[in-house]
């Protein structure tokens, strides 16, 4: 154990870049990854794991083929595998993300907003 703590707010500031991941920690399969999300997604899914949003600051939605579910500022919500979503951001918004390691942020419909992955910051 390394015993550093991880400051969001200060790994927040180490990158731009919207819809690209970064991860900040792994817990067994897991990592737990920070995320600038702007405009809108692409509609996705993962078949094979669920995926967690928390809303750090600002606010967020996740549009689903047949609802559209509102985050805010300390809010989370968990997609469940294989169900279509699409994340949209008015205004900038952080976001961490959980789901394992190796997971393909636009999952199997690829497409230019697909990012690297196991990037750290």
């Known amino acids: 154990m390394d015993g550093n703590v991880i400051?969001?707010?200060?790994?927040?500031?180490k990158f731009s870049e919207h819809w690209s991941p970064r991860v900040i920690?792994?817990?067994?399969?897991?990592?737990?990854?920070?995320?600038?999300?702007?405009?809108?997604?692409?509609w996705h899914d993962h078949q094979d794991t669920d995926e967690v949003f928390l809303v750090i600051h600002g606010s967020m939605s996740i549009e689903f083929t047949d609802k559209t579910v509102?985050?805010?500022?300390?809010?989370?919500?968990?997609?469940?595998?294989?169900v279509k979503h699409k994340p949209v951001a008015e205004q900038e918004c952080h976001v961490l993300l959980v789901e394992?390691?190796?997971?393909?942020?636009?999952?199997?419909?690829g497409g230019d907003l697909t990012a690297q992955n196991d990037v750290w910051v």
Do not use: I
Request: no cysteine.
């Open 100 to 109: 394992p390691r190796g997971v393909v942020n636009t999952g199997e419909s």
């Open 7 to 13: 400051n969001l707010k200060d790994k927040l500031t």
């Open 25 to 42: 920690a792994e817990m067994n399969d897991y990592q737990f990854k920070l995320a600038k999300f702007k405009d809108e997604f692409v």
């Open 70 to 82: 509102e985050l805010n500022e300390g809010e989370m919500f968990v997609v469940p595998k294989g």
